[in-house]
């Protein structure tokens, strides 16, 4: 090789591991909250908090990327976001990429602001085909017990305490998400049995059971809880008055507690134990806690203090 084609060569070679350097730096660098004492803050938020949080959800953008924060950067809690697909049958009205491509940018699209929530990020074989208006429809396209499987195998490695997931009811499309929730609540149960997907044990992965499993909304949307009465708690001021300045969560129509269609479980924010003192900046959870227990004593004595 002569002397300038070598040099121009080594130039190049230069120039293209410079850029590179810089665009690994770029891509690697740490977001200013991770960095000096709020980092450090951070980072030691985490040390005596030994809890883990498990988001199952259907596609990417199901999940809510604030309850990841305020578990992650706010609890020091290690939280995971399984999405069993990859988002591949969405639609794009910005750019030209469909199916494969576009799962190709919501992958990249989490992986971004997994470095904001902190959340480790999960998948499964589960191929997005589009609209599913029926669970047996997606069950039979994704293969229940491969997907089951995949579902099982991280329950097991990240090993959750509380899960989290999505609605098990709703009317018309995107049934994605109630299939999801049925493989979310099944796995609950199996990742606890040895006897269930056997091979996973024999790699070291060992049966684990979790405390709690959560189901996002009741189903139906605003509409539905409005309409049938299942709203039975809002923000209020003095007055009795359901306003903005009442309103410490920013919930839609100032929305404290709501029921499920059934009738047997009720979810409230923030949880009244946790307003049942002027210490704690509220007592106003203090009232619906002494009601609870008038029924819990009423029925003691009927039943002369066996457990319920």
Do not use: C, K
């Given at each position: 090789?002569?002397?300038?084609?070598?040099?121009?060569?080594?130039?190049?070679?230069?120039?293209?591991?410079?850029?590179?350097?810089?665009?690994?730096?770029?891509?690697?660098?740490?977001?200013?909250?991770?960095?000096?004492?709020?980092?450090?803050?951070?980072?030691?938020?985490r040390l005596p908090v030994s809890f883990n949080v498990l988001y199952v959800t259907a596609h990417p953008d199901d999940e809510n990327n604030g309850v990841l924060t305020l578990l992650s950067r706010g609890q020091g809690v290690r939280t995971g976001l399984l999405t069993v697909t990859r988002g591949d049958g969405g639609q794009n009205e910005i750019g030209p990429e469909l199916f494969q491509a576009i799962g190709i940018l919501r992958t990249e699209e989490l992986?971004?602001?997994?470095?904001?929530d902190a959340a480790e990020q999960y998948y499964t074989k589960a191929y997005e085909f589009g609209y599913s208006f029926s669970v047996e429809e997606t069950l039979q396209k994704w293969g229940k017990e491969e997907i089951l499987d995949d579902v099982v195998r991280v329950f097991r490695g990240f090993r959750p305490d509380v899960v989290l997931t999505l609605s098990l009811e709703g009317p018309g499309g995107g049934q994605h998400h109630q299939t999801t929730a049925r493989l979310a609540k099944e796995a609950f149960r199996v990742a606890a049995d040895p006897n269930r997907f056997p091979d996973q044990v024999k790699e070291g992965l060992l049966p684990w059971q979790a405390l709690r499993d959560y189901q996002g909304g009741v189903g139906g949307g605003l509409e539905r809880l409005e309409g049938e009465g299942q709203v039975l708690f809002r923000y209020v001021d003095a007055k009795g008055?359901?306003?903005?300045?009442?309103?410490?969560?920013?919930?839609?129509?100032?929305?404290?507690?709501?029921?499920?269609?059934?009738g047997n479980v009720l979810g409230m924010m923030p949880h009244p134990e946790?307003?049942?003192?002027?210490?704690?900046?509220?007592?106003?959870?203090?009232?619906?806690?002494?009601?609870?227990?008038?029924?819990w004593r009423s029925w003691r004595r009927r039943h002369k203090g066996s457990s319920p």
């Open positions: 090789m002569s002397p300038r084609p070598r040099s121009t060569f080594l130039a190049l070679l230069g120039l293209v591991l410079l850029l590179a350097g810089s665009w690994a730096e770029a891509q690697l660098a740490p977001l200013p909250q991770d960095q000096g004492a709020t980092g450090l803050g951070l980072a030691l938020r992986a971004g602001v997994h470095r904001y008055e359901p306003t903005p300045d009442s309103n410490p969560n920013g919930s839609r129509n100032n929305i404290a507690g709501i029921i499920n269609d059934r946790r307003a049942s003192e002027d210490a704690l900046g509220s007592a106003d959870g203090r009232g619906i806690l002494r009601r609870l227990r008038r029924p």
